[in-house]
């Protein structure tokens, strides 16, 4: 697998500058090698994918300060890691309840 790998990645350049015609070719070549169509092409579509730059991430921009997000994951931590739905539920049950014990304090809110 290692050598047709390495034979692919010979063929890259010119398939991936080639015509609709010389893209059928180039694997033909790797078949007359030894190696099936469906696996040329596959190497060959592999070895020409260009590496993305990764993004900033999942989701979007924050809507909070970071003071906020440290609030919000301390109150997650404290709550048992709950999903943003059920934590947004029991903000009317638990922030009360934590001020009460100071465990919010010095925190603006």
């Known amino acids: 697998m290692a050598t047709g790998k390495r034979l692919a990645n010979r063929f890259k350049a010119e398939y991936a500058k ?28 592999q070895a020409v994918k260009v590496r993305e730059e ?12 970071e003071d906020a997000q440290r609030v919000l994951e ?11 739905p059920y934590m947004k539920a029991m903000f009317g049950q638990w922030v009360p309840a934590l001020r009460a014990n100071g465990e919010l304090d010095g925190i603006c809110m």
């Open 18 to 45: 080639g015509t609709k015609r010389q893209k059928g070719e180039v694997p033909d070549r790797l078949v007359a090698a030894g190696m099936g169509r469906s696996t040329a092409r596959r190497l060959l579509s």
């Open 54 to 65: 990764p993004g900033a991430g999942r989701g979007g921009k924050p809507t909070c300060g």
């Open 74 to 84: 301390r109150l997650r931590l404290l709550m048992g890691m709950p999903c943003g």
